[in-house]
């Protein structure tokens, strides 16, 4: 649990380092740059990181005990499911750490908002955050369409994101019908492309730059048969630096899709 600060800056932890990128985004904007010690090694990935051009400015640290451990951090931001012999170890040493679990809906990206803000000992900054991306998701204005039309979140080699998810939360919110419902309700399956276009889906959401295919699975993601589907799905782009982590970059996701849906009906 977060520890609830009382203002007392001597209470605040002073050497903060984070071995998980979506707990860069919370840092930067949460913590004072002072009390980073090191943010994860992607931080500075523009192809992943939100905030890769304001991490250039940022220490960053492997994610290993060996390069963790000569820095003394008060507080390590980590992940439950990444890194487990690295945070392991860091415990058995006396450590202290706080998991940044992923988001499925804006009510977890607020819990995490409060906890990281409270950890690092400015809950008011976490609070006007919270306030600011509300305030942006009211903008939001839902595609005039019912039945609401059927998107589907298609990734590279063939995955595709189910209900109870992030993603799903965003499609909702600018008016689309999630299509993994019908398929699979799993929070991510893999989808034959064949079964995709039997389904006919109106429009089909991508990250992946189309016109720059690097690699077998991305390459799926531009077969004809996409294309060829009855209706002509309408093609909805957004960076992966959009949809890998909720919290900071959460409102610009959802205004991304907005837009994009909306140049595109």
């Not at 002072?34 to 890769?52: C, M, N, P, V």
């Not at 640290?61 to 963790?68: G, L, M, R, Y």
Request: aromatic share 6%.
């Amino acid at each position: 649990m977060a520890i609830a600060f009382d203002g007392n800056a001597l209470a605040r932890p002073h050497r903060i380092v984070s071995i998980n990128m979506c707990a860069d985004q919370y840092l930067m904007v949460l913590a004072d740059k002072e009390q980073i010690a090191g943010l994860s090694d992607y931080a500075r990935d523009k192809t992943l990181s939100f905030y890769a051009a304001r991490a250039q400015s940022y220490p960053v640290v492997k994610s290993t005990a060996e390069a963790i451990m000569p820095l003394q951090p008060d507080l390590i931001l980590g992940s439950p499911s990444r890194r487990l012999q690295t945070r392991a170890l860091l415990k058995r040493f006396g450590f202290r750490t706080l998991d940044v679990t992923v988001a499925r809906n804006f009510d977890d990206i607020v819990k995490q908002t409060r906890l990281i803000a409270g950890a690092v000992g400015y809950p008011a900054r976490g609070e006007a955050l919270i306030a600011s991306t509300r305030a942006r998701l009211a903008k939001v204005r839902p595609l005039p369409s019912n039945p609401p039309p059927v998107a589907v979140y298609y990734q590279r080699q063939g995955y595709v994101t189910g209900t109870d998810t992030l993603m799903d939360e965003m499609m909702r919110r600018v008016g689309l019908q999630n299509l993994a419902g019908r398929l699979h309700d799993a929070q991510l399956a893999h989808v034959d492309l064949e079964a995709i276009v039997a389904a006919r889906p109106n429009y089909i959401i991508f990250t992946n730059d189309q016109s720059h295919i690097r690699d077998w699975g991305a390459m799926l993601l531009s077969n004809p048969a996409l294309a060829a589907i009855q209706g002509k799905p309408r093609r909805l782009y957004i960076p992966d630096t959009l949809t890998v982590c909720g919290g900071p970059s959460y409102p610009a996701a959802v205004e991304r899709l907005s837009a994009e849906l909306h140049n595109a009906h």
